[in-house]
Nanobody
Framework: QVQLVESGGGLVQAGGSLRLSCAASGSILSINAMGWYRQAPGKQRELVATITSGGSTNYADSVKGRFTISRDNAKNTVYLQMNSLKPEDTAVYYC?????????????????WGQGTQVTVSS
């Protein structure tokens, strides 16, 4: 199995910055895409940013130019640097990873989610 543990959320004023981290652990053979999603109260979960193992990135239009996703493949960790935060960025942020892991008998592919970390931006 693969576990994802997020950290770095909190309360910040508009215009401020936060950095989220997400570390994957378990009997991991490889991780392909990693990403961040968010869900605001009363809204559906939406993509924020993704990054492949090769470093190709994709961003939601609403965060382009403000957020930067990066990863450390050696540590199986993905980061989200969030600058110029706005109140509309307030949400629970979830880490996601597409992984291949060993279950003791077979190698399996799985889509994994973290438990979520709250980001609150005050106006």
């Amino acid at each position: 199995q693969v576990q994802l543990v997020e950290s770095g959320g909190g309360l910040v004023q508009a215009g401020g910055s936060l950095r989220l981290s997400c570390a994957a652990s378990g009997s991991i053979l490889s991780i392909n895409a990693m990403g961040w999603y968010r869900q605001a109260p009363g809204k559906q979960r939406e993509l924020v940013a993704t990054i492949t193992s090769g470093g190709s990135t994709n961003y939601a239009d609403s965060v382009k130019g403000r957020f930067t996703i990066s990863r450390d493949n050696a540590k199986n960790t993905v980061y989200l640097q969030m600058n110029s935060l706005k109140p509309e960025d307030t949400a629970v942020y979830y880490c996601n990873a597409e992984a291949t892991y060993y279950d003791g008998r077979y190698y399996r592919h799985s889509t994994n989610w973290g438990q979520g970390t709250q980001v609150t931006v005050s106006s």
